[in-house]
């Protein structure tokens, strides 16, 4: 596995080569970030972010929400995947928020997930995007690089990837990481043909060793 030294080594090659990484959805409170990255679960932000605008148009507030026929929150929705059980969970979050929280967002992980539809991932995502609590979300590309560079096991869980990173990484770098880790992900680290001559990490990843094999 990969030391703290050298994980932390190896993100500071990443802050260089993507600098001053943040988060794509488009939100304007902790609210609208909780029902966005509801919304990003199996599917892109960009296509969040075109369906966010007439859904807070037309929904802008957790009342509104909770108010709503889950058909009407669909029709907004429509075009994002698992949008039946993104409307109902929606609604339902919003409920709780009216009778919980008094209509507002909770700022712990216990009570986010208390929330229908609120994994730790996106209690991760809205604590440190929305009220800068250290935080570190692990996806799909974040799981990608941890594997491949050895940070964590290949048969590591997500739980235990969060875990990892968090015990390598000062804390006060965990939000940014995350954000980092993600757009190295899309942009060079991919999933299918890796752009490993584009990567500062080449000679401790996996399949960088190959992919310079492969080179001869």
């Given at each position: 596995?990969l ?5 932390q ?6 802050y260089e080569l993507?600098?001053?990484a943040q988060?794509?959805?488009v ?6 970030l909780?029902?966005a990255?509801m919304l ?5 932000d960009?296509s ?12 802008p ?7 709503a026929e ?12 698992l949008y039946?059980?993104?409307?109902k969970h929606i609604k339902?979050c919003?409920?709780?928020?009216m009778?919980?929280f008094?209509g507002e967002v909770p ?6 997930e ?6 730790r991932?996106?209690?991760n995502v809205?604590l440190?995007?929305?009220?800068n609590?250290p935080?570190?979300a692990v996806?799909t590309?974040v ?11 290949q048969d590591a869980s ?7 990173f968090?015990?390598?990484l ?6 940014q990481a ?9 942009q060079v680290?991919?999933?299918r043909?890796p752009?490993c001559?584009e990567c500062?990490?080449?000679m ?13």
């Open positions: 596995m030391s703290k030294a050298k994980t080594w190896a993100m500071h090659q990443l993507i600098p001053d988060g794509a959805l939100a304007d409170s902790p609210f609208q909780l029902i990255v990003s679960a199996q599917a892109t960009v969040v972010n075109k369906v966010t605008p007439q859904l807070f148009a037309d929904f507030t957790p009342a509104s929400f909770a108010n889950i058909a009407d929150i669909e029709a907004d929705i429509h075009s994002i995947g039946h059980n993104k409307a339902t919003c409920q709780q928020l009778a919980d008094g700022r712990t992980h216990a009570e986010l208390q929330l229908a539809g609120v994994g991932k996106t209690a809205v440190g995007d929305a009220f609590v935080s570190f996806d590309h799981t990608r690089i941890a594997k491949r560079l050895k940070i964590s096991a997500v739980t235990q990837i969060e875990k990892d968090q015990a390598k000062p804390k006060k770098t965990w939000v995350h954000h980092t880790l993600i757009l190295f992900g899309r680290c991919t999933a043909k752009h001559d500062p990490l080449l401790i990843c996996q399949t960088g060793q190959q992919f310079l094999e492969d080179r001869g």
